[in-house]
């Protein structure tokens, strides 16, 4: 069974928006963050949040992205406005399992492209 459960990537045009979803599927996985790689770079922050809702973001998504969180739900979201076409990448979602110890999702890509 696939730990965290991502979607929301897919295709847009420069300008456009995109919305990422993960959740955890049981209540030990708590996702944190968003995390991407483009081809030929280094993986990278994009955002992370605490459980008490403090956010944290890359410098070239600030103003642009914005990210949330579901305790209910155990989810965290990412909405992605203005996007440009090095946004470019595979997202990752980021958990932490029972406190300690780090999960990852499988990635969804996202495609800035006219």
């Known amino acids: 069974q696939v730990q965290l459960m991502e979607s929301g990537g897919g295709l847009v045009q420069p300008g456009g928006s995109l919305r990422l979803s993960c959740a955890a599927s049981?209540?030990?996985?708590?996702?944190r963050g968003w995390y991407r790689q483009a081809p030929g770079k280094e993986r990278e922050l994009v955002a992370r949040i605490t459980s008490g809702g403090i956010t944290d973001y890359a410098d070239s998504v600030k103003g642009r992205f914005t990210i949330s969180r579901d305790n209910a739900k155990n989810a965290v979201y990412l909405q992605m406005n203005s996007l440009k076409p090095d946004d470019t990448a595979v997202y990752y979602c980021n958990a932490l399992k029972q406190r300690y110890f780090e999960v990852w999702g499988q990635g969804t890509l996202v495609t800035v492209s006219s």
């Open positions: 049981e209540s030990r996985i708590n996702p």
